[in-house]
């Protein structure tokens, strides 16, 4: 025990934040524990000239990571087969993130017209005023991805399965025609990157890189909080040159994040795979018998066949997402599909999704998309949480009585 006798030799001020006590070094418990800092302490000025943070090997800042955060990158890393990974705020951060780290004026991003909706605004609005260029292809016809690659475009995202319509693309064909335009460019031609938002596989459903892409972001949001309560998101690399570009561009914009939130999303993990299980067989239930009912005209699951892309997830993934989306008969209007989500009352009516309570959201698909159609003017798209399935099928079948 060392000795705890009040130090004379300071004042009673200087002893409540300096004081002499160390607790012992060999703590160990199954949370990795919630380290709060902006200031590190240093032994020496040696140690400031030395020490490296960007390989993990030392901490210098908070914003440069600290033993919770650098455990939370390695899990996540692991967890999508990946080597390195950087935090940021939110998914959308993340998105930000890998933007600004590849992207310079001059040059064009790639995105799927069914990308996540504010990754889109992001490049149709922000990218476009630092004169960045974008445009969209259609994620499930690898040929026209190839004919909309020209000499600016330095980036493409993919997304697997799309945002809201939950088409599933053929990411090894979309990925090998970037390679073959980059192979067209010749050798030392900058390298065009590929960039997947994995959100909806989470590193369950399917190993990102083994489907051949570069860079694999993650809304931690969603599944590995599995909580509704916390934000993050992170760009998980094999690739030592893309990790630390990434790495450059995040300290330079200054994107920490919370202890605190960090710890939300550890406490997650250890229950990521039975929550994605669970959840996708509670899913699949419902959009299996959702897809019977009268006024519905088209389940959208990647798991059901008939589903857009339906052979693709057969081939390349596991398991499915906590996501489906319900299209109505045309001689439903917009009045009964808003009535329909009004009267749902164990699905709320919420953004997000892979937390523990069902969601639902209607969507006009004409605004969300910059490809000609035909696009279904509305949907809803429905996100299964940890309740009873009996449960959620009840509350949807008494809801379908708005559209009958
Ligand atoms: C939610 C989500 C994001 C963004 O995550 P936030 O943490 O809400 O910013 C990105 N991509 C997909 C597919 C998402 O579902």
Redesign the pocket.
Known sequence: MEDLSPDASVGPATRLVQHRYRPPADFEAPAPGVHKASTVFFPNVAAVRQREWKDKSAYTYGLHGTPTTFTLEARIATLEGGQHCVLAP??????ALVDMAFLSAGDEVLLPDN??G??KSLAAAELARWGIAHRCYDPMRPDHLASLIGPATRLVWL?AAG?VTLEFPDVPALVAVVRQAQTARGPGARAIVTAL?N??GAGVAFVPFDLGVDIS??????YPSGGGDV???SVVTRDDALHRQLLLTHMRLGLGVGANDAEGVLRGLPSLLLRYHAQDRSTRALATWMAEQPGVARVLHPALPGSPGHAHWLRDARAAAALFSVVFDDAVGAAQVDAFCDRLRRFRLG????GPVSLCMPYELGPMRELPGPHPARLVRLAVGLEDVADLQADLAQALTAVS
């Open positions: 939110s998914g959308l951060a993340a998105m990308a996540y504010p990754g997304e945002s938002d959100t909806w972001l993650q809304a931690l949001t969603k934000l993050m998101g953004y997000s999704w892979a």
